[in-house]
């Protein structure tokens, strides 16, 4: 599972309500760019990224651990951040 991953389809409400012509990317004057998913599991470290091309970002940070018995991730939010050419 390692790695970044990239999204290429969703029916996700909250991240099309960002990503989707006029959606709240516009608001901020871009579109968005990428999906990715960052997963490392040796660090325990998850990230949603979606980007807004050319500096900027939405992250969403999460713990992640996963259970060898049950062949099951888990995760725990943390934190999200905005991050603009101009304010984080």
Known sequence: LDGTWRLVWTTE???LGIIKE???ANFFG???GEVLQVI???NGRLQ?????PPEGAFLVDSSIAFDEEDQKCSFKFS???LKTDKWT
């Open 30 to 32: 871009t579109s968005a």
């Open 79 to 81: 934190g999200a951040a």
């Open 22 to 24: 006029g959606g709240i």
């Open 40 to 42: 490392d599991l040796r």
């Open 48 to 52: 949603n990224c979606i980007e807004f």
């Open 13 to 15: 409400k909250e991240i």
